[in-house]
């Protein structure tokens, strides 16, 4: 079975330019989720979706963060403009809801240095 | 605000002898789950293991298990017959809720434990 889907893997910019970072969900997953990691703050949620809705966008840094679930089986995140200070390991994962203990599987994650 | 603790910066362990990675949490909830996962070098998170806060039994999957200490609010990782291929970053996360319709989804990482297998 496919897991999490995500592209580009390597995403080398310039500061100010857009990067558009995407993301495919597990087959019939309906939580999706965005992580950020960095060395200095670790693992922490930018937002997630229930069945393609945002539920919570408070870990999204400012404005020049955006995200969108336009179906099922495709999520982007958007940083316009970039800067230095965004780059970092951004990871997409995806879960299904259960009665008790769903899991969240990553993706391999996308490395962004923004120069 | 809900928290995961881990102390051990790094740990070293000889091959095929047994490792704990401590973990422990603080919630208000009574209802959360805790979970345990792997990043080797090449970056990707590996689910390992997961714990209700209700579950009465300590959770097993092959080699992992968690050791989960309600009252004193734990729930270290124990790695048994240590292998090379375990050396890697090792993060225990816990999320609100149990699950289903009620739950927010939201995962609170610890800054996570180099664990060092030696041959």
Redesign the interface.
């Known amino acids: 079975d496919a897991g999490v889907i995500q592209s580009p893997r390597h995403e080398v910019t310039e500061m100010g330019q857009e990067v558009t970072l995407r993301c495919k969900p597990i087959s019939g997953h309906d939580y999706l989720f965005w992580y950020r990691q960095t060395m200095m703050r670790g693992l922490e949620l930018l937002i997630y979706f229930n069945n393609n809705v945002p539920i919570d966008d408070s870990g999204m840094p400012e404005d020049r963060f955006s995200a969108k679930m336009p179906n099922a089986s495709f999520s982007t995140l958007k940083i316009q403009p970039s800067e230095p200070r965004d780059s970092a390991v951004y990871f997409c994962a995806s879960s299904i809801a259960r009665p008790f203990g769903e899991t969240q599987y990553f993706g391999p994650g996308t490395r962004l240095l923004v120069l | 605000a809900q928290k995961i603790t881990q102390t051990q910066p790094g740990m070293f362990v000889q091959e095929k002898e047994a490792v704990t990675l401590d973990c422990t949490y603080d919630t208000s909830d009574q209802s959360y ?1 805790l ?1 345990w ?1 792997k990043q080797p070098s090449s ?5 390992l293991i ?1 714990q ?1 806060s ?1 579950d009465e039994q300590n959770a097993t999957e092959g080699r992992y298990s968690l050791n989960f200490q309600k009252a004193r609010k734990s729930a270290n990782l124990v790695i048994s017959a240590s292998q090379l291929g375990d050396s890697a970053m090792y ?1 225990c ?1 816990m999320r609100e809720g ?4 009620s ?5 609170i ?4 434990t180099t664990l060092q297998v030696k041959p």
Not at chain 2, 43 to 47: D, K, N, R, S, T
Not at chain 2, 103 to 107: E, W
């Open positions: 789950g979970f996962y970056g990707e998170m590996i689910f997961y209700g209700y993060f996360a149990q699950g289903g319709s739950n927010t989804g939201k995962l990482f610890g800054q996570g």
